[in-house]
């Protein structure tokens, strides 16, 4: 059985980076992965800030898509593993989300993200699911680390 996971009403919405579970990351506490994410997309550390206080996770993201202020130079280079170290991060730092993502056991799990065929599967179910694949490495590293 295929996990899907994408709105903050659906089983598994605790796989979301829009889930309300906070990670801290350099030093600072963002209220959810996606504060973080976004934030890193810029050097600008006034603009990180504005996305790290951002009352709802679509509003950091809503910032983060801006092209006014320039993205990082290595951004292309760096979001995955930025987002691993995230996504790793909320899962050894919340047991609810940790529980459900290890009661997953070895089922695949998919991003149903039907406007984003990199993080997500995209229109077609044809995406990259780079956050699914994220998540099914994090799971494994945690049984790794439980065993």
């Known amino acids: 059985m295929t996990i899907y996971f994408y709105a ?64 990082r130079s290595d951004w292309e280079d760096t979001k995955v593993t930025l987002m691993h170290s995230a996504v790793a991060c909320k899962f050894k730092t919340h047991p609810k989300p940790r529980d459900l993502l290890l009661s997953t056991g070895t089922e695949d799990i998919v991003e149903n993200a ?8 995209g229109p077609d179910g044809q995406g990259a699911n780079m956050l699914g694949k994220i998540l099914m490495q994090v799971r494994s590293d945690l049984q790794d680390a439980a065993a």
């Open 114 to 121: 039907p406007m984003d065929s990199f993080w997500g599967c």
């Open 8 to 71: 903050q009403t659906d089983p598994y919405a605790e796989f979301s980076n829009f889930a309300p579970f906070g990670v801290e990351m350099d030093e600072l506490w963002w209220p959810t992965v996606e504060h973080y994410f976004q934030a890193q997309k810029f050097t600008d550390a006034v603009y990180q800030e504005r996305i790290r206080r951002a009352i709802k996770p679509k509003d950091a993201k809503a910032l983060g898509m801006t092209r006014a202020l320039p993205l």
